[in-house]
């Protein structure tokens, strides 16, 4: 199975201020038909998952440019450029290159 | 406007059973795979199960093996989650999700396994 691991767990950060969430995979992400499936999502206190970006640095519909993915092989990171309070939850990592399983990170909990 | 909208938690005992429904709208629901999601209270996400298409293909998280059966109506637009002989260690909202991208994802429904 493929482990994913977040760093830092828990992110205290200023509003207006950039942060960044590491992510690293077991093994590479990269799948046989060249693509990198490695999703990012965000779940604001007491509301479903939502998901920002996938393979690896497309924003999904609606997000905010402030939002940003990049990385490759086993190395991601997420970040805010300026955080805003509604950025506030936790942040999770996702891969489904290898599956089953599919395999998410620990989750990066994300306070002001 | 796509939804999904989970339905059929509760409490339930150990070695009790559930079934959990997920009903689809907004999209044509027979041309995705779909998932079951879920999160044990104050934890972190961990996938449970999925559906190909067709329901030709199911895989499992190896800790629910053996006990829950995943399964699909397309005419209905509907997901299914039967779950037996649950354990404590099973309680969790249960999130459907569409695809194995897991774009889109419902509300959620609180299955709590106690005596």
């Known amino acids: 199975d493929v482990v994913m691991t977040q760093s830092p767990l828990s992110l205290s950060v200023t509003l207006g201020q950039p942060a960044s969430i590491s992510c690293r995979s077991s093994q590479s992400l990269v799948h046989n038909d060249g693509n990198t499936y490695l999703n990012w999502f965000q779940q604001r206190p007491g509301q479903s998952p939502r998901r920002l970006i996938y393979?690896?640095?497309n924003r999904d519909s609606g997000v905010p440019d402030r939002f940003s993915g990049s990385g490759s092989g086993t190395d991601f990171t997420l970040k805010i450029s300026r955080v805003e309070a509604e950025d506030v939850g936790v942040y999770y990592c996702m891969q489904h290159t290898h599956w089953p399983p599919w395999t998410f990170g620990q989750g990066t909990k994300v306070e002001i | 406007e796509v939804q999904l909208v989970e339905s059929g938690g509760g409490l339930v005992q150990p070695g009790g059973s559930l079934r959990l429904s997920c009903e689809a709208s907004g999209f044509t629901f027979s041309s995705y795979w779909m998932n079951w999601v879920r999160q044990a209270p104050g934890k972190g996400l961990e996938w449970v199960a999925n559906?190909?298409?067709?329901?030709?293909?199911?895989y499992y998280v190896d800790s629910v093996k053996g006990r829950f059966i995943i399964s699909r109506d397309n005419a209905e637009n509907s997901l299914y989650l039967q779950m037996n002989s649950l354990r404590a260690e099973d309680t969790a909202v249960y999130y459907c999700v569409r695809a194995t991208s897991f774009a889109v994802w419902g509300q959620g429904t609180m299955v709590t396994v106690s005596s």
């Open positions: 393979k690896v640095s």
């Open positions: 559906i190909k298409q067709d329901g030709s293909e199911k």
